[in-house]
Every structure is written in C-alpha cells, then in structure tokens.
C-alpha cells in the first residue's frame, strides 16, 4: 500500500510530505496513509496552477452589477401579498415539504469559547445556547402547523465529534427520532504558494481546514441526507448558520414567497446601514445574480450611490438560503476542472507549518493557498433566483466576536433579542416599563402573530420576566 501510495504522490510531485514516514509509529503510518489517500493530488495541482494565473477584477464585475430584483419590505407589507405568501407558506410547512439545513462547523474561539458555537449560551434570561434557541424555534413551528420538519446539522473535523456528544447528552433537544441528523463537511489541504507543495502540521499529519460553507453541498449528498429528503417528500430546504438567533427560521411569508415565485434559490438581505459593513453583497450581473464578498469590494465602489441617495450595492447577504431539493440535486451533479460541485475559491493565508528540521514555523507573512467553496455560488446556477429583504431588527443579529469588539458581540445579540421580544409585545399592545428584559420561549409563542394571540391585553410588564411554558 505505502508504495503505491509513494507512487502517486512522485507523479504528483508530492512525496516530500513522506520525509519523516520513517520516524512514525506503525499506527500513526496508517493513520497518515488514510489522510494521503483521501487527498485529490491532481485537483490541488489544478487548483495551485490556476492561482497562478487567476486574478478576479472586481470592479470590473462591480461595473457591470445592478441591484439585484427583489422583494423589498415596502412590497412585502402589500396585504394581498403578504396574506397570498404566507397562505402558501403555511401549507407548505403544514404538508412536510420544508426541511432545515443548520451549518455549525465554527468554534467559538474569537468570542473565547473553546467549544463548537453552536453550544455557546446567548439567550439573555434563560441562558439557552444558539443549537436550544434555535431548534426551540423549529419545534414551535412544527408543532403550530402539526407538521414534522427535519433538522440535518453540519459540522467540521473540528466541531463533529463534541456536536454529537452534546446532542446525545441533550437527546437531541427533544426532536423526534430521526429528525435531526449530523454530517460532516469535507476538508482541503493548503499548499506553500511558492512550489505548491502540501503543507505538514505535524511529521505525520497534513495541514487541513474545513472546504468552506459551500462544502454543504458535497457533503449533504455524500452522507446521505439528500437522499433522506427525497425519501421524505421534502422540497425546499431552508438553509442558515448557527451564529444567528433572530434568523427567521421557516418562516411562512418567507417560504410563501419562495414557492410563490417557483424559485430555485431565494435569499434573503439585509439592506446596508452603512458602505462598508461587512456583509457580501448581492448583485445581479446579466441574467443572474453572484456575491462580491464586502473584503473584494472596492471600497470607492461600495460607497456609490443611485439618484435617490441609497446605496448602489445595498442588499447584504446574511446566509440565509431557500433551495429547491431538485436544483440541489442538479447542482451536485455538475462537474468542472475542479471537481463536483461548486468551485473552489483560493485564499492566500498565513498558515502555520512544520519546517524540513521539524519545528513549527508561525509565518509573519501569507505564504500558502487555501482553498474554499461558498454555498452562494450556487446563485449564479439557479435559473430563478429571488431575493427578499428583510429587517435587520428582524433577522439578523449574529454573534461572533469577543465583548471588547464593536459589533457582534454576545451583549449586541442578546439586546438585539431583547428588543425583538418587545417590539412583539408593544404591538399585542402589552405595556412594557423601559430598562425591563423579557425573553419568550418560542413554546409560548414563536413570532409576532402568535405573541398577539398569547399576550394581548396582558397586565403591564414592569420586571424582567422569561415567559416559558415549563
């Protein structure tokens, strides 16, 4: 085995990696020889060429881009719409054909949590972590519309094991059995950018990272899960991260007007507060929409604005897709020069390695590619792709970085859920005291809709209080 495996990797120009096979346990020979042979030695040379040769001109596409169509929230709050979509949405739901990919595959460590994200507690009164908050949510939903809604979670090498763990430890937040299932995204090595030589992180272990969101897709087919939603009549999934607790998860205006625009893919946006926040921004180039990540962005292009003061490039990506199963299923499909799937796109990065005497070197400055796929570049494929707008206040207040940040933090998110929850109450016409935090168990009600059937004419609020049907 071991010679046929140095084999390809002398044809490939890789058998440096191999320079202290000799020094490995028996065991960890083994262990390195399956981490080798799951490696696509020909697509990382193809991949390493062309970030030789590539180089996206960004304003060159942001030249061409126009905003991109969509359904802004003036539109949605046209009372024939509105009750048309969420009619549909809720029969959707109510007939199982709505199923949920959550992606949670990041640590927490940029808020100084040394465990999987979605494990971190946000909920400002109760303390519920992001995966309770939001699974709370999704069986809310199922149980207002008597339906079952399937849950497939993602995870990476670095989250899967501990993510098990933790669902089995919670009984998987009392879903029923067999509606969540865990899947493991792929990895990717990173190459030195000078001679693309596979990068060690230790004598016997390759440098690998996770092959970025987009890696959703190959790996939803491979573990099965695809397959599992044919199987259970599903047609669309909505598709979101785990670091956003105010995302509209299943929400029936928002699948209503999925379906009711036979769309693909539909994504919903943010509209910018400001130029340069720091969202990819969704764009219509031709006959199809892309995103131009804010990083890529030209910043005198990111300010631009249309006649009317608003900005040019307005619509902000916050990772939240419908899809279509049958277009999932045809993107998977589809292959290319660098494999199935979706593209992969090469970043240069400082990535730590082991050097040729065995030390771990920190570099100071980018000296590798890394190579990543985005779940967006599916947009460009669909052949109907909608975008509906939604308010921030209403849809998006992820948590990402550590209290002595600006934005994104745990405080930000937990007043962002605060400030939902009253706003809800307020229009059941609920008195609420100023300074007082509320917090709602999505089993007591899950939306505004049902917050004004539960609380109208409710006593005044003049305390903290969670509202929780335990």
């Given at each position: ?10 044809d490939a120009?890789q ?10 346990e028996?065991e960890q ?5 399956q981490?080798l042979?799951?490696v ?5 040379q193809?991949?390493?060429e ?7 001109n960004?304003s060159?596409l ?7 169509p969509?359904?802004t929230?003036a539109?949605?709050?046209?009372p024939k719409?509105?009750?048309q979509a ?6 959707a ?7 949920v990919?959550?992606v949670?595959?990041?640590q927490g ?7 999987p994200k979605g ?8 303390g ?19 339906t079952?809604?399937?849950l497939?979670?993602m ?7 501990e993510?098990?763990e ?9 879903l029923p059995?067999?509606d ?7 990895t990717m090595p990173?190459?030195?950018?000078k001679t ?5 992180n230790?004598?016997?272990?390759l440098f690998l ?6 890696g959703m ?10 397959d599992?939603?044919r199987r ?5 999934l ?11 998860l ?6 209503g007007?999925?379906?009711?625009n036979r ?5 919903q ?8 926040q720091?969202?990819?921004n969704?764009i219509?180039v031709?006959d ?7 990083s890529?962005?030209p910043d005198?292009?990111?300010r ?8 040019r ?8 897709h ?5 277009f ?7 292959t290319s ?5 979706l593209?992969?796109?090469i970043a240069?990065?400082k990535v730590p ?5 065995r030390?771990q070197v ?6 590798a ?8 570049d599916?947009?460009p494929m669909a052949?109907?792709?909608?975008v ?6 209403d ?15 745990a405080?930000?998110t937990?007043?962002?859920?605060i ?9 059941a ?13 999505p089993?007591v009600a899950?939306d505004q809709?049902t ?6 004419g409710?006593?005044p ?8 049907s335990?």
């Open positions: 085995m071991i010679e046929q495996l140095r084999r390809r990797l002398i120009n058998s440096d990696v191999l320079r202290f096979w000799d020094r490995l028996l020979q083994a262990k390195f020889a981490q042979e799951g696509d030695l020909e697509l990382v193809r991949l390493y062309q970030a030789q040769t590539t180089v996206t960004w060159d942001a030249d061409q881009a126009q905003s991109p969509s359904v929230l539109e949605q709050s046209d719409l509105r009750q969420v009619a549909m949405g809720e029969q739901l109510r007939e199982g054909k709505v199923g990919v959550l949670a595959g990041g460590s940029r808020l100084g949590f040394d465990r494990m971190f507690p946000i909920a400002p009164l109760s519920r972590t992001l995966f309770g908050m939001l699974i709370d949510l999704l069986k809310a939903r199922a149980k207002y519309y008597g079952r809604i399937p497939y979670v995870t990476s090498p670095a989250t899967d094991g993510t098990r933790h669902f089995a430890d919670v009984i998987d937040y009392g059995a067999g969540l299932q865990v899947f493991c995204q792929g990173a190459v030195d950018a693309g030589q596979l990068l060690l230790a004598p016997g272990e990272s996770p092959d970025g969101h987009g897709l190959q790996a939803f087919q491979a573990s099965g899960c695809l599992d939603t259970r009549g599903i047609e669309s909505f598709y979101c991260q785990v670091d956003n607790p105010l995302v509209q299943c929400d029936p205006l928002l699948v007007l999925h379906f009711l769309a693909d893919v539909t994504t946006v943010i509209r910018k507060s400001h130029p340069m720091k969202v990819g969704v219509r031709g199809h929409l892309e995103v131009i990540e804010y890529d962005l005198e292009m990111a631009q604005q249309l006649t009317d003061g608003s900005l490039f307005w619509a902000g990506n916050i990772a939240v419908i899809f279509q199963r049958e999932l299923e045809y993107a998977a499909r589809q020069g660098q494999g199935t799937g593209p992969f796109h240069k990065k390695y082991l050097d040729e005497q030390r920190q570099p100071t400055e980018e000296n590619f890394k190579f990543e796929r985005f779940i967006f599916l947009l052949q109907r792709a909608v509906v707008e939604v308010d921030a206040a849809g998006f207040a992820a948590v990402k970085n550590a209290a002595s940040a600006i934005s994104e933090t405080e930000t937990q007043a962002a859920i400030a939902q929850q009253i706003r809800w109450l307020r229009a016409g609920v008195h609420v005291a100023p300074g007082v935090r509320v917090e709602i168990h089993s899950h809709e917050v004004r059937q539960k609380f109208s409710r006593e609020i003049d305390e903290d209080f969670y509202f929780t335990n």
